[in-house]
């Protein structure tokens, strides 16, 4: 379980953090959050899909790492298995509290991560209690994600205004295999989108979400890679 908190002088002088080359954090996870920056890249290893949170109704932009629930296939304990690596997973074991409406914000760290120790790694503070310089770059990448999470959610909304998302499942039958199935996701929906009237496709056009969104209809492509990491590790 995670336990963040504020990151202090005081209460953390003598941390260090471990290297995270395989994003140990990841192991049980089959999907991490993304942000639009990241679609290109990311559609060319992951299928990327969105999924409506319960209490809320919010929509949010994920890759899938797996075909069930607690499943990563790019997981390695030696070397993360895939070219691309999500912004989300990079940030970890920190990220950045703000309340809400209010422009002041804390960065914080989870004190149960297994990367946090007080001999090996990089030190979060010096002797004197000042700020790493690496730790300040670590906080700015936070707020710089943050931003493209705000981006993030306009072109879910773009999405959602233009009703071109679809709810799917994801059914697979690999042979010698259960059938997998992930219910709750939602795709853009491409026969939508191609009977958009020419106003409305012009508006998205101009908006420059075109790109962003033919790289999420593309990314169903690499379910065929899920599948094969399967396969191969059956």
């Not at 707020?143 to 705000?150: A, F, L, R």
Request: net charge negative.
């Amino acid at each position: 379980m995670s336990e963040v908190k504020p990151i202090t002088n005081i209460s953390h002088g003598k941390l260090k953090i471990k290297e995270n080359a395989t994003f140990i954090q990841s192991e049980k996870m089959h999907f991490s959050p993304i942000v639009v920056q990241e679609f290109i890249p990311a559609s060319r290893e992951f299928p990327i899909v969105f999924i409506k949170e319960q209490d809320t109704g919010r929509f949010n932009a994920v890759v899938l790492f797996g075909l069930e629930p607690g499943e990563n296939l790019f997981f390695d304990a030696n070397k993360w298995q895939a070219s691309y690596s999500p912004l989300a997973l990079t940030l970890y074991p920190f990220l950045i509290h703000q309340t809400e409406n209010s422009d002041n914000a804390l960065l914080c760290i989870d004190e149960n991560s297994p990367l946090i120790n007080e001999s090996v790694g990089d030190a979060l503070f010096d002797e004197n209690g000042k700020e790493m310089k690496w730790l300040t770059q670590k906080g700015e990448a936070i707020v710089n994600y943050i931003e493209q999470t705000k981006l993030t959610k306009a072109f879910i909304q773009l999405l959602l205004e233009n009703e071109i998302l679809s709810s799917q499942t994801l059914s697979i039958k690999i042979k010698d295999q259960k059938e997998f199935a992930l219910n709750g996701l939602y795709v853009v929906d491409e026969k939508k989108l191609s009977n958009l009237s020419d106003e409305d496709f012009l508006k998205i056009r101009k908006s420059g979400a075109l790109d962003i969104i033919y790289a999420s209809i593309n990314s169903m492509q690499s379910v065929n890679n899920l599948v094969r990491r399967k396969i191969a590790n059956s």
